[in-house]
C-alpha cells in the first residue's frame, strides 16, 4: 500500500506514473496482460467543470482481463488510481485498488469463472471522472453487456455500505443480499445519492449506460482528501469488509447469467439483523396505503372503544408534529453552536472524533421527545398521542412512496407495524398480557428498520446535517411511544400515585436526556480538539497575474482560522482576473509576486472565412502543473465552435467577461492543442490562460504551518496559480 498512497499523485505527475508502473508489475505478476488506455477524455458528472468551463484530461487507464469460460457478459471492478493533490489517496482510493489487486490475485488462483472480469484502475477521478470518461465511451471492452462494481472511500473507517445502484436495480439488489458477506445498504441511501450532485467515476458508466454499484466506507471523514489520509490511517476492517463483498460479488457476478440485470422495477432494501430486507418496489405504495388505512382503523377503533375522544385524537396528531419540528431544528442549532465555539469544524465533513457530539444529538432529540410527552400526556392521553404520531409516519410514508420510493420504508414500516399493534391492544382486554406483547414487539420491528439508518446518516451527512439523524431518531422514538408510556412515571399515576408527584417523576426522563445532551456536548469539545495528530483544517491558495506583476493569496474559508488570517484582509473576487478559479467570493489579501512563467500561448494557424475567425493555438506549460485553462472574453468574439486536442467541447456561453473557457488537466508537456472558431466582435481577442501547480513552501512570503495547522481537503488546496492575458 505505500507503493500505491505513500504520497500524493494527482493525474499527470511523476507520482502518478510511478504508482501507475507498480500497478501494472503486480498485474503481470499475477499472470494477467494489462495494457495502458492512454488518451484524452472529457469530463463527466455535474461539478467536475464548475470552477472553469468544460474540463477535459489527458488520462492512463489501467484496464487488464481475467477471461472466463463461457461469457454472458463482463463484470467490471472499478477503482481510481490517482490522489488528490492534497493528500496520498490512502482511503481514497487506495483502498480500492488495494482491494482490486487481492480480488484478482484470489480469481486467478481459484477456479476459472464463467464470465469474463475486467478490471478497470481509472486515472483522473479526483480531476474530473475522466478516466471513467474515456474508458466507459471509448474502450474496446467497454462494449456489450455486463456489470460494473466501484470501490471507493470517503473517509477512513465504518462498514462499507452500497449506496448507489443503477435503476431497475431488483436484480442487482437480489445478488447483493445473497452473494455479499456483509451486505450494508438502502434503499433510501440511493434515492438519496441520486438527488444529490455528487459524483464517482461510477457516474460516467452510469451515463453511458451500464449497469452496478457503487460501494465505499464513509466513516472518519476527517481526513478525507487531506495529508492524513495515509496507509496508516486506514481501518484493517473496513478494508477487509471491502475485500470480502468485492470478492464475493465478483465470484457471483461471474457465474450467473448476465444477459438481463435490469429487473424493471428498483426493489426497497434495508440492512436487518447481519442480512439484507428486501421486496419488490412495486408494493411500495400499496403498502403505505394499507399503512395508513391501518392507523385511520385505529383512529376510529380507538374512539369506538372509548380509548380516545375526537378531539383527542385530533390533539394528539396535531402535536406530535412537535418534536418533528423542534428536534431537528434543536440539532442544527447545537452544531451551530459547536461551530461558533470551534470554527475549523466548519471545514471537516465531520470531527475527528465524532462519537460524543452523536450521542448529544441523539440525547437531544430525547429530550425533545420526553419532554414534548410529558407536557402532553395527561392532557390528550397515550393513546390519542400514540395514534397522531402514527398518522404522521404514515402520511410521510405515502408521501415518500410517491416521491421517494426507496425510502418509504422508513416511515411506512413502522406506521404498519404501530397499527397492527395498536388493533390489537385496542381489541383486546386492558390488563392482559396481549397489548403489551403486542406493542413491544412492535417496538422492536421499529428498531430493526429505523436505528440502522440513525446510526448510517450520521458517517454519511456529517454532523453539519445532523438535524437529519435526529429527525429519524424522534421518528423512532414516536413509533414507540407505547413502549415509552409503559416506562413512564405518569403512568403509575393512574394506580394511586398523586398527581403532582406523577408530574414531577414525569419531568425525569427529559432531564436525564437534557442533561446527557449537555455533558455529550461538553465532553465532545473537550477531547475532539486540534492537536498535532489532528490538525485545524486551513485553505490557501496563491494566484500571480505574470502581465501585470500582482499577487494576491486566497482562500475559501468563511471563518479564517488564525494562520490563515496572517495572510487574508477581506472578501474578493477573482472571476475578471482568474476565471480558472471560479467566479466563488474568496477571502484575499497582497502577495509578494513570485518569478513564475504563464503558460506559453502560440498562434498555430489563424484563418478567417465568411467572418469567421478560426485560431489553431498551443498551450504549453512553462512549469511542472497540474493543469491548464484558457477562457476567451466574450465580449470581443462570439465563440462558434472548439475543440481541444482534437476533442469537440460545448460553447454554452457562462455569466461574466470570460464566457467560455476549458480546463485541461494533466497536460503533457508538449502542450495542448486548441482550435476555436470564432465570430469577432472587436479587432482584438482577448484570451486568459492559466496554469496551476501545487505547493506553496517555496513562494516569497509563505510561512510554513505550525504542526497543529492543517490543510483542508479540497481540490484547490495548496493551489498555486499563475495568469496572462493575450490579445490576438
Known sequence: MQQIAGRSHAAGSPANDAVRAHLEAVLRGLGLAPEVQDTVAKEAGQLSGAAGGTTLARVRNLVTRVPGTDPTGTVFLVAHYDSVQSG??????????????????????????????????????????????????????????????????????????????????????????????????????????RALPNDTDFTAFLDAGFVGMNSAYLDGGAIYHTPLDTPESMDRASLQHHGDNALGLAREFGRVDLDDLRAGHDATYFPVLGGLARYPGPLVLPLALLALAGVIALGWLARRRGRAGGGQLVGGFALSLVPIVVAPLGAQLLWAGITALRPGHAELLDPYRPTWYRLSVLALAATVLCTWYALTRRRVGPAALAIGALGWLALLGVVLAILVPGGAYLATLPALAGALAGLVAVTTRLDGPAPVIAVTAAAAAVMIVLLPTVVLLFPALGMAMGGVAALFAVLLGLAALPVLDLLHPQAGGQRGIPALRARRLGALPAGAAALAAAVCAGVGLAVDRFDADHPAPTHLMYALDAGTGQARWLSHEATPQPWTDGYVDGSVSVADDFPGIGSTELLGGPAPAADLPAPRLDMLADTTTAGERTLRLRLTPQRQVRLVTLHVDTSTAEVRRAEVASRSVPVEARPGRWGFGVVFHAPPVEGVEITLTLAPKTEQIALRVMDASDGLDDLPGFRTRPPEVGVAGSHSSEMLAVAQTHSL
Open 88 to 193: 496520498p489517496g490512502g482511503n481514497d482510493d487506495g483502498a480500492g485498488v488495494g482491494t482490486i489487486l487481492e480480488v484478482a490475485r484470489a480469481l486467478t488462483t481459484g477456479p476459472q469463472l464463467r464470465n469474463d472480469v475486467v478490471l478497470v484502475l481509472t486515472d483522473a477521478e479526483e480531476a474530473c471522472l475522466c478516466g471513467a470518461s474515456a474508458f466507459a465511451t471509448d474502450h474496446p471492452l467497454a462494449t456489450g453487456k455486463g456489470v460494473v462494481l466501484n470501490l471507493e472511500a470517503r473517509g477512513r473507517t465504518g462498514p462499507v455500505i452500497m449506496f448507489e445502484t443503477s435503476p431497475q436495480n431488483a436484480a442487482l439488489v437480489d445478488v447483493f443480499g445473497r452473494a455479499a458477506p456483509h451486505p450494508v445498504g438502502t434503499s433510501f441511501a440511493v434515492e438519496v445519492y
